[in-house]
């Protein structure tokens, strides 16, 4: 689907929807629980969904009820049967479960979308056949695993994704014995894996961190506290706070804590940075790699240099993020260009419009939606339905806060 947005200056109020982190980790847990759950999640997405049916192929029952779902603990497969997984695109989907199956011990075949398949699985990979899993070669589509993981020590190096440390703080509690997760290098998105461990204590899981260290205790049982809601997803109403501070124009997102543990919440620190006349700044990616597209716009509006950096998992991501953002912004007459992990940005002057690719990345798109705030022409997005992959109502919202589109 192609869409072109007119130029216009958003206000209004919406309501956010719930933390696509939050019910991946919320609906796992639930599978895995000894009793049955309500996950109250007002709204999915795709890669919500993609969860949902890969717990579902495992046995667990799921019924999508008016204000989310009814999870009832997962049944085993019968033995010999190969379980499909349909991940779809979702990197959490397949990186969560490919830990979890290992640990019950199931044959399964993920079935991998877009760059999936692409994007890199070491040093987690060489981690579970080292304890005991049979994997397909990576970049291998579908990707099977057989075998049964082993509790013990696990050594990862903690700056190439927070994915394969989530992963295993899921899984490994399943195990009889003791296990350790040994970290090395830099913490990358370390909210990410604060979101897994405040889930499983609401499920009854405990697990100590020390000195780089997880300690985890084996034979633990989920157990279901009735009921979950799942709270408001700051990644995406990052947009509509980026897109009130462009304007100047008031936009309250409804359905936030304030408190939350999302790392993303950084926005708004982030922006007060930029302050209210808009001025370059300088801003470490590391642990809100999600909110860097959205920031280069703002950075694009911006009097002066912005320089982002550690940013360079981006390019592992649905598309090559940083390359994306200076082909979008760059496109549009802003003057943007890439380093080896992160972009230079020196805004300030007005956009001219014109088109540019989503590369099928639902950020991208987003992302290149509010950057027609700043354009004097119209900007036609090609493969503006990536927005289904996190946020499938992001286009209603935009009309509601008076922003112009149409379908072409």
Avoid at 154 to 161: C, R
Avoid at 365 to 393: F, H, N, R, W
């Amino acid at each position: 689907m192609d869409v072109k947005i007119m130029p216009s200056m958003l206000s209004g109020t919406v309501t956010a929807i719930p933390s696509k982190s939050m019910a991946h980790r919320a609906l796992i847990c639930a599978a895995l629980a000894d009793k049955s759950s309500h996950i109250v999640c007002e709204g999915t997405s795709k890669d919500i969904e993609a969860t949902a049916m890969c717990l579902s192929s495992l046995g667990t029952e799921i019924s999508r009820v008016q204000d989310g779902y009814i999870v009832h603990p997962l049944k085993r497969v019968d033995s010999g049967t190969i379980a499909l997984m349909h991940c779809g695109e979702s990197g959490s989907t397949f990186r969560f479960m490919l830990p979890i199956v290992g640990a019950l011990g199931q044959e399964c075949s993920f079935v991998l979308e877009g760059r999936l398949a692409e994007r890199p699985l070491s040093p987690l990979y060489e981690e579970l056949v080292r304890n005991g899993c049979k994997l397909s070669q990576q970049g291998s589509n579908p990707f099977n695993i057989d075998g049964k993981l082993k509790s013990g020590r696990y050594t990862l190096d903690a700056g190439v994704s927070s994915q394969f440390i989530s992963g295993l703080l899921l899984a490994l509690p399943l195990l009889e014995g003791n296990s350790e997760i040994q970290l090395s290098g830099n913490i990358e998105s370390f909210p990410y894996i604060e979101l897994t461990l405040a889930m499983q204590k609401i499920f009854g899981v405990e697990i100590e961190f020390k000195d780089m260290l997880f300690s985890i205790a084996g034979g633990q049982t989920y157990r279901s506290p009735g009921t979950v809601s799942i709270e408001g997803d700051w990644s995406n109403a990052a947009f509509w706070f980026c897109a009130s501070a462009i304007s100047g124009n008031a936009i309250t997102v409804t359905g936030l804590d304030m408190e939350s543990k999302q790392g993303d919440r950084a926005v708004l620190e982030i922006l007060e940075r930029f302050g209210t006349d808009l001025h370059g700044i300088e801003i470490d990616a590391a642990n809100i790699p999600d909110l860097v597209p959205i920031l280069s716009v703002v950075a694009a509006a911006a009097k002066g240099t912005t320089v982002i950096y550690n940013a360079g998992r981006l390019r592992d991501k649905e598309s090559d993020r940083l390359a994306a953002m200076v082909s979008v912004l760059g496109g549009l007459g802003a003057d943007v260009r890439e380093t080896k992990d992160g972009l230079i940005i020196r805004g300030g002057v007005p956009l001219t419009g014109g088109q540019v690719s989503s590369r099928g990345d639902h950020r991208i798109a987003m992302a290149a939606t509010i950057a027609t705030a700043l354009c004097a022409e119209p900007v036609i997005i090609q493969g503006a339905e990536a927005v289904d992959k996190s946020y499938p109502g992001f286009f209603d919202d935009l009309h509601l806060l008076g922003g112009l589109m149409q379908r072409i």
